[in-house]
């Protein structure tokens, strides 16, 4: 019993010292004696370290904050005491209004620019944790030139670590905001993080700056400074010396050390810095990966060459150096239960590089066709994307590749498949693309007659009802290929689908683009020859319709708008 009453009245000789220490402060001038202002000051500390949450309210009750603000000068040496007591109640929520309140931000803010590393470290952590999880703070003290302050610190006082830790934790803060960025683009922090991750040797300081680095390079202009400090070289250095390691912070490392790497290619002006003309030993290097046993390392292999293959020249010269068969080996080792995040990377690569006219052919004879097909069972929306995207480059103005792929059932029936994948608006709109691709570069009766077996023209027509006019024109260029090509098989699927009904509304709704009028003509024109359609369109009043667009400011369309409505004429 006896122990127990002398706690309790330790607690209350506790409360009392504390309700006089608050009491003090609040009468307290910058007059005031240094030993009696360091004496109420420690008593919270104290306090604060035995009951942060009770002793907070008791400091924001009392009115103390406001009496905090004028002690924040650099001439006082209770300056670190009073930023450390704000730092220590600003990790409770309920605190950091009152301390904003308080207007303890400004001479925060400007406490960054003194010498004293104590009075710095404490300055920072108080900002931090009045500004955690608040972006419109964070903002705040962007818009209050704290980043160019925090870089200028982290460079001075590289060697203290706890103010660098400080340095770290604000810039991954400040760094998720847009904001921030154009203003770390306008600092050297490229530089001065390249240089402290240099210098590290220990897993979690490393994880601390790639922290920042990660959404500081999503920053086209810090991608390039970055590239020009030596981060890349420094990344191939981890990737070197963890590939092979079994160790979870080195597999951590790999993963996030190639990752990074991807990420800096996304820069025009990075990648091609990197690229150096096909000759640069980082382009060389990431070649390398695509190989490796890593399924991380093949991973950001392949997404690396994905973002070289970003412009027509890099596409070229890869193609010709080789590149195709080792993403094809890559693919081959990934068909049976493969990695999905790689397939879809060689995928993404193999379609980029595509892109250039002169690149089909030979792709073509290289075997890609075959080599994607291979996945076309898979059940992934992602590599299904890939996928289309990459056979629909391929055929893009090749007629015998088209209707080659054009014949094969199989593609055609998981194309017909695929357009009715509404989970998936990627892939449904793709399949709808490659099955009009499929048709208007190979202008083949044979291609068509597979289409309208499997049962593919309703998805056509319903493809020239899309929101996008790019879709809506392919669809209408195929569907005029079929009534010119093969009205008769297709013509029962036309009517069912209404197609003729869907042709009135695009060319009664003044919104519709002048080339989907025009190639709605077209069809028009086609469809006549088929006796039940042709009923159709004369019970529509065409005419009227396109009479109508006689006078339309598109010439061409006027002119098509003639003739259609000649036609119609001939046939009432």
């Known amino acids: 019993m006896t122990i127990k009453r002398s706690g309790s009245s330790n607690e209350q000789l506790r409360a009392d010292n504390l309700s006089d220490a608050l009491k003090k402060l609040k009468i307290t001038t910058t007059d005031s004696t240094a030993d009696s202002l360091e004496g109420c000051l420690d008593c919270l500390l104290q306090a604060l370290a035995q009951n942060n949450m009770e002793t907070s309210e008791k400091i924001q009750k009392s009115g103390v904050l406001q009496v905090f603000a004028g002690l924040l000068t650099p001439q006082s040496s209770c300056t670190a005491k009073v930023a450390n007591i704000i730092a220590e109640v600003a990790r409770n929520e309920f605190m950091r209004n009152p301390c904003v309140d308080a207007g303890l931000i400004p001479p925060l803010v400007q406490l960054l620019n003194c010498k004293d590393q104590e009075v710095l470290l404490q300055t920072g952590r108080a900002l931090g944790n009045i500004c955690y999880d608040s972006h419109t703070l964070q903002s705040q003290l962007i818009n209050m030139g704290v980043i160019p302050t925090l870089v200028k610190l982290l460079g001075i006082h590289c060697q203290n670590a706890a103010l660098t830790e400080m340095c770290l934790v604000a810039f991954g803060n400040l760094a998720e905001l847009e904001s921030s960025k154009e203003q770390f683009a306008y600092t050297n922090i490229a530089e001065e993080l390249v240089k402290l991750f240099k210098k590290q040797i220990e897993h979690d300081k490393k994880e601390m700056i790639f922290e920042v680095l990660a959404p500081l390079a999503e920053n086209d202009v810090i991608k390039l400074q970055l590239v020009e400090a030596g981060l890349v070289e420094c990344l191939l250095e981890i990737v070197q010396k963890t590939v092979d390691s079994d160790k979870e912070d080195d597999i951590a490392e790999l993963k996030t050390a190639s990752d990074l790497m991807v990420l800096l290619l996304l820069g025009d002006e990075s990648m091609q810095k990197l690229f150096e003309g096909g000759k640069g030993s980082v382009f060389q290097r990431v070649l390398s990966w695509i190989p490796s046993n890593s399924h991380q390392l093949q991973l950001a292999g392949a997404l690396a060459i994905a973002n070289f293959a970003r412009n027509d020249g890099n596409c070229i010269h890869m193609v010709d150096n080789g590149i195709v068969q080792k ?215 065409f005419l009227e319709v396109v009479s109508k667009l006689r006078s339309h400011e598109n010439k061409t369309v006027a002119q098509q708008a003639s003739l259609t409505e000649q036609r119609l004429a001939v046939e009432s």
């Not at 060689?346 to 890609?368: D, E, F, H, T, Y």
């Not at 199989?410 to 509404?422: I, Q, T």
């Not at 998936?424 to 691709?437: D, F, P, Q, T």
């Open 327 to 541: 993403l094809m080996d890559l693919l081959d080792r990934h068909v049976e239960d493969g990695n999905v995040t790689v397939q879809h990377a060689a995928l993404s690569a193999l379609r980029n590089l595509a892109i250039p006219v002169v690149n089909k052919a030979k792709m073509l004879s290289a075997g890609v066709a075959e080599a994607v097909l291979k996945f076309l069972r898979s059940e992934m929306p992602p590599v299904q994307f890939k996928l289309l995207g990459t056979l629909r480059m391929l055929i893009d103005a090749q007629a015998e590749a088209a209707e080659q792929l054009g014949k094969n059932v199989k593609l055609v029936e998981r194309l017909v498949e695929w357009c009715e994948a509404k989970d998936h608006a990627g892939v449904m709109g793709e399949s709808n693309r490659l099955l009009s691709a499929l048709i208007r570069h190979s202008k083949s009766k044979d291609v068509i007659r597979t289409i309208v077996q499997s049962g593919g023209i309703k998805h056509l027509v319903t493809m020239a009802t899309s929101e996008h006019v790019i879709m809506q024109n392919e669809a209408l260029v195929a569907l005029a290929l079929i009534a010119a090509l093969e009205l008769v098989t297709a013509e029962k699927d036309l009517e069912n689908a209404q197609l003729v009904q869907i042709l009135h509304r695009l060319l009664s709704d003044d919104r519709s683009a002048p080339e989907i009028k025009y190639n709605s003509m077209v069809l028009i024109c086609a469809l006549i020859g088929s006796e039940p359609l042709q009923k159709e369109v004369q019970s529509m009043a």
